[in-house]
């Protein structure tokens, strides 16, 4: 599946691109970033498939994923800009035409519902739980979207090694989400793309937004969950957790409850993977809900208005967008600052890291795109660094710490006329870290190719 989705994305490259002309390199109207291997998550996955390692690519990681899915959007939305932004009512019907397109993704393979799923899966494949993504199948109109064909005892297993991971697992979705939105803007504001992903913004975080207040209203969730279990009598039919919310609080404030502790399925067989508002405490259901309104930062930006680039003084541009992510010990709420002037492209973050009662601060810096042209050497370097503490052993509890540290370069090579090969690498200490499928110490290397018209 996911080699028919990157030929289809370089397809995208092709025809939207050929009736363009670019002013440079630097500043391309479209970028993509196809990324073919992941070291070392795609291992995992080949054993996980269990099908040599060309299987890894039913299971993608993070990053692929993610890279499919804003390269399809910003393909997509190109293509739209250029067919419609020259004529009469232009903006309107691109405006039309843009909502609709993302709309019928919602039900599609690389679209952001398949993203939000991916995410899952990645976490679910990296301690060897294989899975499937019913977006596959295009389930068109449908309001439950299931990852499927999962065994109790892999979930039994899991949650019994790895509890932090078990509960980032749940959130992964929205956090897949976000940083599509995050990768978005940041090609609008540093390469002055000028594509309509307002859209796109706008849905994704009021749906997700939408998404914790209805986990946390018990008569909705509660109801919504019955219905779906007594539709889902084969345990192959039933999704890993039912409402993602509800089972990152509960597994939050329960880390060492054992999974079969749930109890049987109410239609007599498997465990009941389920969670409901009523299997949470007072203050559990009390903490889910302050979540809800702390998402409402996610709506924080002058990007989602339009405001794609605010011009500051003495050549620089900016922008700022808030970010409040589920994580596998609490929440990350990061303030992100957007900075350029003329070739220096930087993400300046703060991140205030909280668990239950106590907060653990850190600060991110990342240089986008800094390009080296001498003679034939056409390169672009993308260097980032981060530092801070996070509560110890990922604890939802705890008030003591562990430092946490990441180091990373992305480095695009020019190959040939638009087209660019790139090698990644990224080390880091224990931590979370949004977009990275490990909590514990690692180093990934990624290689794969990007293409700026």
């Not at 393909?75 to 909502?99: N, P, Q």
């Given at each position: 599946?996911?080699?028919?989705?990157?030929?289809?994305v370089f397809?995208?490259?092709?025809?939207?691109a050929s009736?363009?002309?670019?002013?440079?390199?630097?500043?391309?109207?479209?970028?993509?970033?196809?990324?073919?291997?992941?070291?070392?998550?795609?291992?995992?996955?080949?054993?996980?498939?269990?099908?040599?390692?060309?299987?890894?690519?039913?299971?993608?990681?993070?990053?692929?994923?993610?890279?499919?899915t804003?390269?399809?959007?910003?393909?997509?939305h190109?293509?739209?800009h250029?067919a419609?932004h020259k004529r009469?009512?232009?903006?309107?019907?691109?405006?039309l035409?843009?909502?609709?397109?993302?709309?019928?993704l919602?039900?599609?393979?690389?679209?952001?519902?398949?993203?939000?799923?991916?995410?899952h899966?990645?976490?679910?494949?990296n301690?060897?739980?294989n899975?499937?993504?019913?977006?596959?199948?295009?389930?068109?109109?449908?309001?439950?979207?299931?990852?499927n064909?999962?065994?109790?005892e892999?979930l039994?297993?899991?949650?019994?090694?790895?509890s932090?991971?078990?509960?980032?697992?749940?959130?992964?979705?929205?956090?897949g989400?976000?940083?599509?939105?995050?990768?978005?803007?940041?090609?609008?504001?540093?390469?002055?793309?000028?594509?309509?992903?307002?859209?796109?913004y706008?849905v994704?975080?009021i749906n997700?937004i939408?998404?914790?207040f209805?986990?946390s209203?018990?008569?909705?969730?509660?109801?919504?969950?019955?219905?779906?279990?007594?539709k889902?009598?084969?345990?192959?039919?039933?999704?890993?957790?039912?409402?993602d919310?509800i089972?990152w609080?509960?597994?939050?404030?329960?880390?060492n409850?054992?999974?079969n502790?749930r109890?049987?399925?109410?239609?007599?067989?498997?465990i009941?993977?389920?969670?409901k508002?009523e299997?949470?405490?007072?203050?559990?259901?009390k903490?889910?809900?302050q979540?809800?309104?702390?998402?409402?930062l996610?709506?924080?930006?002058?990007?989602?208005l339009?405001?794609?680039?605010?011009?500051l003084?003495?050549?620089?541009?900016?922008?700022?967008?808030?970010?409040?992510?589920?994580?596998?010990?609490?929440?990350?709420?990061?303030?992100n600052?957007f900075?350029k002037k003329?070739?220096?492209?930087?993400?300046?973050?703060?991140?205030?890291?909280?668990?239950?009662?106590?907060?653990?601060?850190?600060?991110?810096?990342?240089?986008?795109?800094?390009?080296?042209?001498?003679?034939?050497?056409n390169?672009f370097l993308?260097?980032?660094?981060?530092a801070?503490?996070?509560p110890?052993?990922?604890?939802?509890?705890?008030n003591?710490?562990?430092?946490?540290?990441l180091?990373?370069?992305?480095t695009?090579?020019?190959?040939y006329?638009?087209?660019?090969s790139?090698?990644?690498?990224?080390?880091?200490?224990?931590?979370?870290?949004?977009?990275?499928v490990?909590?514990?110490?690692?180093?990934s290397i990624?290689?794969?190719?990007?293409?700026?018209?």
């Amino acid at each position: 599946m996911i080699v028919k989705q990157i030929l289809f994305v370089f397809l995208l490259s092709f025809s939207f691109a050929s009736a363009q002309t670019t002013d440079t390199i630097y500043q391309s109207k479209l970028k993509l970033d196809l990324q073919l291997f992941d070291f070392p998550y795609q291992i995992t996955a080949g054993n996980t498939v269990g099908k040599g390692f060309f299987s890894s690519y039913a299971n993608p990681s993070m990053s692929q994923s993610l890279n499919l899915t804003a390269s399809a959007y910003s393909g997509i939305h190109y293509g739209l800009h250029a067919a419609f932004h020259k004529r009469k009512k232009g903006y309107l019907l691109e405006a039309l035409s843009v909502g609709l397109c993302d709309f019928l993704l919602i039900w599609a393979p690389m679209g952001g519902g398949w993203l939000h799923e991916e995410y899952h899966r990645a976490v679910l494949t990296n301690f060897g739980v294989n899975s499937f993504n019913q977006m596959n199948t295009f389930p068109i109109g449908k309001s439950v979207i299931a990852v499927n064909r999962i065994k109790d005892e892999d979930l039994e297993r899991f949650k019994s090694t790895r509890s932090a991971d078990f509960v980032r697992m749940s959130a992964a979705g929205i956090e897949g989400e976000y940083l599509l939105i995050d990768q978005l803007q940041r090609s609008n504001f540093f390469h002055q793309q000028k594509l309509l992903h307002e859209i796109l913004y706008a849905v994704v975080t009021i749906n997700s937004i939408a998404y914790l207040f209805l986990s946390s209203n018990a008569e909705k969730a509660d109801k919504m969950l019955d219905e779906t279990n007594a539709k889902e009598i084969k345990i192959s039919s039933r999704d890993f957790t039912g409402l993602d919310m509800i089972s990152w609080t509960y597994d939050l404030f329960n880390p060492n409850e054992p999974y079969n502790a749930r109890g049987i399925h109410p239609s007599g067989v498997g465990i009941d993977r389920y969670r409901k508002t009523e299997h949470l405490e007072k203050h559990e259901l009390k903490y889910l809900k302050q979540q809800k309104y702390w998402h409402f930062l996610n709506l924080l930006s002058p990007m989602l208005l339009g405001f794609r680039s605010i011009d500051l003084k003495n050549g620089f541009s900016g922008n700022i967008a808030f970010r409040h992510f589920l994580t596998s010990f609490g929440t990350d709420i990061s303030l992100n600052v957007f900075l350029k002037k003329s070739k220096y492209n930087f993400v300046f973050a703060y991140h205030n890291y909280q668990n239950y009662k106590h907060v653990f601060p850190a600060i991110e810096v990342e240089m986008i795109d800094y390009p080296l042209f001498y003679k034939k050497l056409n390169v672009f370097l993308s260097p980032r660094i981060m530092a801070g503490v996070q509560p110890k052993n990922q604890d939802f509890m705890t008030n003591k710490v562990d430092f946490f540290g990441l180091l990373g370069c992305k480095t695009d090579f020019r190959i040939y006329k638009n087209y660019f090969s790139y090698l990644e690498v990224v080390a880091k200490t224990k931590g979370w870290v949004a977009g990275n499928v490990y909590l514990d110490d690692n180093v990934s290397i990624r290689m794969g190719f990007s293409a700026r018209f």
